[in-house]
């Protein structure tokens, strides 16, 4: 069978399938959207890279920088210093990319015969959300396993959880805290949180936090949550989670809320280049009387976690 693929049709029939289903996709791409960008411009060969700079120290002395430690200098006298530039710090960061396939639909002909509904185009969005998904799933399961990890109510290790340790707003206070001392930089302003629906339920039940917003817009009537000590919220039924880990009360689920920083992980975009809508064309050997239909996507992409102290993962009880 032929196998139609985005490379292959015109820039305006690429233009229309990639509008159409990025307003699918983009409100399912919670951890992708927030990843840097890799530094492939033409997505070309087998890796991918991240390019970041290390900043000086700010160890300071009286005299010159010959010094290898010595960052800048301080004196009364006015005269500049004898000049030794130090030598760019930077780091490149390399991954092999890795291959998504989508399972993808098959339809015959006499469906689109007894149907006024347009197959293709629902199918196409069927599959556009179902790629985010596995795309968004994918980069989760990175950015999850940041070693940068804080326990409700300021619990020591996963097994000191009890079940009454939900999220509160000091958590939030606490992790906020914890990126700006590493000066993690803010995405539009704000640090951003990547939950589940139960993480903003327990949020919007504390006492403390309703008292906080009350003279503040509606928040609790329109079910949207106030943004809180500089971090915006984003909720997902993909959010992050796991078993009980050994607590001591056997909490059946853990939530593991991702707070981040700008530059924190990275992510291979998301662009037509790369996720790939794959349609098979009636015909070939198999399909005699050329009734079969098929549609499916690929991608290829890679995650990774760029700077550990700029994420924090917040662990906390379900119950």
């Known amino acids: 069978m032929?196998?139609?693929?985005?490379?292959?049709?015109?820039?305006?029939?690429?233009?229309?399938?990639?509008?159409?289903?990025?307003?699918?996709?983009?409100?399912?791409?919670?951890?992708?959207?927030?990843?840097?960008?890799?530094?492939?411009?033409?997505?070309?060969?087998?890796?991918?890279?991240?390019?970041?700079?290390?900043?000086?120290?700010?160890?300071?002395q009286s005299g010159d920088f010959s010094g290898t430690t010595y960052q800048y200098v301080k004196n009364t006298t006015g005269a500049p210093p004898t000049w030794t530039p130090a030598t760019a710090a930077d780091t490149?960061?390399?991954?092999?990319?890795?291959?998504?396939?989508?399972?993808?639909?098959?339809?015959?002909?006499?469906?689109?015969?007894?149907?006024?509904?347009?197959?293709?185009?629902?199918?196409?969005?069927?599959?556009?959300?179902?790629?985010?998904?596995?795309?968004?799933?994918?980069?989760?399961?990175?950015?999850?396993?940041?070693?940068?990890?804080?326990y409700a109510n300021a619990k020591a290790t996963r097994p000191d959880l009890q079940t009454t340790d939900t999220v509160d707003m000091n958590d939030f206070f606490a992790v906020a805290t914890t990126l700006r001392n590493a000066d993690a930089p803010e995405i539009s302003g704000m640090y951003s949180a990547m939950c589940s629906a139960n993480v903003i339920e327990q949020l919007m039940k504390d006492t403390t936090f309703q008292s906080a917003i009350q003279f503040q817009k509606s928040y609790i009537f329109t079910g949207t949550i106030a943004e809180l000590y500089g971090i915006r919220f984003n909720w997902t039924s993909r959010a992050a989670t796991t078993s009980n880990g050994g607590s001591a009360s056997q909490i059946a689920t853990i939530e593991q809320t991702i707070i981040t920083g700008d530059n924190a992980y990275g992510k291979t975009a998301w662009m037509m280049d790369d996720f790939d809508i794959v349609v098979t064309n009636p015909g070939g050997f198999g399909d005699e009387w050329a009734v079969r239909h098929a549609i499916t996507w690929k991608y290829v992409f890679k995650s990774v976690i760029l700077n550990q102290n700029w994420l924090v993962r917040l662990e906390s009880s379900r119950a």
């Open 2 to 60: 032929a196998v139609m693929t985005l490379s292959h049709l015109t820039d305006l029939q690429k233009t229309d399938y990639v509008r159409e289903g990025l307003p699918v996709a983009k409100p399912k791409l919670i951890y992708a959207q927030y990843a840097v960008k890799d530094r492939v411009a033409k997505r070309e060969g087998q890796t991918r890279q991240w390019f970041r700079m290390t900043k000086p120290g700010l160890t300071s």
């Open 92 to 150: 490149t960061v390399t991954a092999q990319a890795e291959f998504l396939w989508g399972q993808g639909h098959e339809w015959n002909d006499g469906l689109e015969y007894m149907s006024f509904a347009d197959v293709p185009k629902e199918l196409r969005k069927l599959n556009f959300m179902h790629a985010a998904e596995a795309i968004d799933t994918e980069v989760r399961d990175v950015v999850v396993a940041g070693t940068n990890v804080y």
